[in-house]
């Protein structure tokens, strides 16, 4: 079994940065597809980036796309989430997922383990 645990979210003003990271536990993490979603109150959970096994290929949801980026370091077991130019319509649970088959492109129902979530709130 793999255990996600977020952290790094808060209460930012619009505009600003946030960081969150995911570490995973098991000894397989350099081998999973990562993704981070969230849900806004409300809202169902939207896709908000992932990125492939290697860090090769990162997809992003086009309301983020030039504003986040997901990376990941293998040796940490830890995949990331810079948030930049944050807008209050980013505020919501976020929440980091595992998809342990790696695929390029893992749907919401491919991945297979998900972390708790951790609250990002955007004041404008």
């Known amino acids: 079994q793999v255990q996600l645990v977020e952290s790094g979210g808060g209460l930012v003003q619009a505009g600003g940065s946030l960081r969150l990271s995911c570490v995973a536990s098991?000894?397989?993490?350099?081998?999973?597809?990562m993704g981070w979603f969230r849900q806004a109150p409300g809202k169902e959970r939207e896709i908000v980036a992932a990125?492939?096994?290697?860090?090769?290929?990162?997809t992003y949801a086009d309301s983020v796309q030039g504003r986040f980026t997901i990376s990941r370091d293998n040796a940490k077991n830890t995949v990331y989430l810079q948030m930049n130019s944050l807008k209050p319509e980013d505020t919501a649970v976020y929440y980091c997922a595992a998809d342990k088959d790696g695929l390029a492109y893992p749907r919401e129902n491919d991945y297979d383990y998900w972390g708790q979530g951790t609250q990002v709130t955007v004041s404008s």
């Open positions: 990125i492939i096994w290697s860090g090769g290929t990162t």
């Open positions: 098991g000894r397989t993490f350099s081998s999973y597809s």
